[in-house]
């Protein structure tokens, strides 16, 4: 349960007890409804906040209270190009706000952190296909891939390395970044 701040110190715990160290948490839980903005109910609005945001705080500083007892360690947060843009339809106006957070929490805690030797970014795909986003919709498919330069959607298996990326000592000298991954989206 990402929202349960003792559950995410009991999977430090046993990350550390199973492997014998733990440097990295990537933060990918996420939810997501699809629908006008007067029609988004408080439960689903909340349900999105509470699994964005707050469980990816939680988790966060349950993984840093940690990283500062052992020299350091890793934050990959997934955000998205939902921050950034104004997605068409509009029909999933919670799920932006929550994202937009996640790039600013992110650049808070990379600020914050950087003197703890605990760096935190994101990556901010584009539209992906997995089962939280309909990309195959007709509703959908038109705006948000037909209309793309590259015109398809990303499959998790291309979002993957970056996250690796930002996870390795590779980026060792990268904090506060969001990465985006969309296939050029966002160039309109």
Request: glycine share 6%; net charge negative; hydrophobic share 45%.
């Amino acid at each position: 349960d990402v929202n349960d701040r003792e559950s995410g110190r009991a999977a430090v715990a046993a990350a550390v007890e199973a492997t014998g160290r733990f440097d990295i948490l990537v933060n990918n839980a996420g939810a997501c409804f699809h629908r006008p903005a007067l029609e988004v109910p408080d439960a689903e609005w909340d349900e999105v906040f509470a699994t964005n945001v707050s469980g990816l705080w939680k988790l966060s500083q349950s993984a840093a209270e940690h990283f500062k007892t052992v020299g350091g360690g890793t934050i990959v947060n997934v955000g998205s190009i939902s921050a950034q843009i104004v997605n068409r339809p509009q029909w999933q106006p919670a799920y932006n706000a929550s994202k937009a957070a996640v790039h600013q929490l992110t650049k808070s805690l990379a600020a914050e952190w950087a003197p703890l030797n605990i760096r935190v970014n994101a990556v901010a795909p584009g539209y992906t296909k997995t089962e939280m986003a309909p990309v195959d919709e007709p509703r959908f498919k038109a705006r948000w891939i037909d209309d793309a330069p590259m015109q398809r959607y990303a499959v998790p298996e291309e979002i993957a390395p970056t996250v690796l990326f930002l996870a390795s000592d590779a980026s060792s000298f990268m904090t506060g970044s969001v990465v985006v991954i969309d296939g050029g989206y966002t160039l309109h």
